[in-house]
């Protein structure tokens, strides 16, 4: 089974007046040596333009879409329309990356607990983790303006070291994938002016972090489970407690030794101190929001 002959018929252009998007629809006629020649053969036929080459009649428009049709009865010819546009070409780029964090709690559900010695003190220096995350790199030729999907490099600042509000759907040839809401952080942006096209090379720079469901974070509580990727959350706890009655800060003492407590103790969430009898069932947990959050829905990603 192989492609025999391949013919170009004609060439149609039309544009978009709204998007400033031109497309050339070419036709080719191919011929086959097997009626039973598959669909994918014939269009990954290296007799036919690749997805995302140049027209080789008009500069700067790429191959978006390939479509084939068979011709009469014979099942030996094909009619495969090859589509072009000037939109410029997306480039996706996966990757991982380790981000090593001190650990503060185990994982598992439902319960997590403090990282502590048998005695109860934090370990001296502190144990670490590695957190393995995924990354995407967004490389594509803009335009400068203000519109959806152009290049402003005032904007820049707005969306650099910011998570997403809303689900980011990535389509690289019909490869879909979502960045949920609260999960992507934009690590950077950078851009290079090429004069002669009059275009911008922009590089986005993502990293995906998936949310923890079983965390509970009781201060503040607006941070809801599925918004907990990129927030830092650490035990409630402290050597000072509030006092209930001035409102002030005073040390917490040891009971039984009436002194001082030297190593910080779990606090009730409030500012108080845990009571000897409480359990890690009882410990509350604080998250520091480290990123705003952005729509990123005009990056036209």
Same mark, same amino acid.
């Given at each position: 089974?192989?492609?025999? /002959? $391949? ?12 998007? %400033?998007?031109?497309?050339? @629809? ?16 014939? =269009?990954?036929?290296?007799? #036919? ?7 080789? @009649? ?11 049709? =068979?011709? *009469? ?11 072009? $546009? ?33 005695? *109860? ?28 999907? !152009? ?27 979502? &960045? ?7 690590? %950077? ?16 720079? &993502? ?9 509970? &974070? ?20 402290? #050597?000072?407690? &509030? ?15 009436? $002194? /001082? $407590? ?15 009898? %409480? ?10 929001? !480290? ?6 829905? %005009?990056?036209?990603?």
């Amino acid at each position: 089974m192989a492609v025999t /002959a $391949t013919n170009k018929v004609r060439v149609v252009e039309s544009a978009n007046s709204s998007t %400033s998007q031109d497309t050339y @629809e070419v036709l080719y006629k191919v011929h086959v040596d097997d009626k039973d020649t598959p669909l994918d053969d014939v =269009l990954n036929s290296p007799t #036919l333009p690749a997805l995302g080459s140049e027209f080789d @009649e008009i500069p700067y428009n790429f191959c978006t879409d390939k479509q084939a049709a =068979l011709v *009469g009865s014979t099942r030996l010819v094909w009619h495969v329309t090859v589509t072009y $546009t000037n939109k410029p070409l997306t480039i996706y780029s996966w990757g991982t990356k380790t981000r090593r964090e001190v650990l503060t709690e185990t994982s598992g559900f439902p319960d997590t607990f403090p990282i502590t010695n048998s005695a *109860g003190d934090p370990f001296s220096p502190a144990l670490t983790k590695d957190i393995h995350m995924l990354t995407l790199k967004v490389e594509r030729e803009e335009q400068s303006g203000t519109s959806i999907g !152009q290049f402003d490099p005032g904007n820049v600042v707005d969306f650099v070291n910011t998570v997403n509000s809303d689900d980011i759907s990535i389509d690289p040839l019909g490869a879909p994938y979502v &960045i949920s809401a609260y999960t992507g952080l934009m690590e %950077s942006i950078t851009a290079v002016y090429n004069p002669g096209k009059d275009v911008w090379k922009v590089t986005y720079n &993502i990293t995906i972090r998936k949310p923890d469901p079983y965390w509970t &974070i009781n201060t503040p509580e607006y941070v809801a489970a599925d918004k907990n990727a990129w927030v830092k959350r650490v035990l409630d706890a402290g #050597l000072r407690e &509030i006092d209930p009655d001035s409102a002030q800060r005073r040390k917490i003492f040891d009971l039984t030794s009436r $002194t /001082a $407590t030297t190593k910080p103790l779990p606090l009730d969430g409030n500012g108080v101190a845990l009571s000897g009898t %409480s359990t890690p069932s009882d410990y509350k947990w604080l998250g520091f929001v !480290q990123f705003d959050d952005q729509q990123w829905s %005009s990056l036209a990603l």
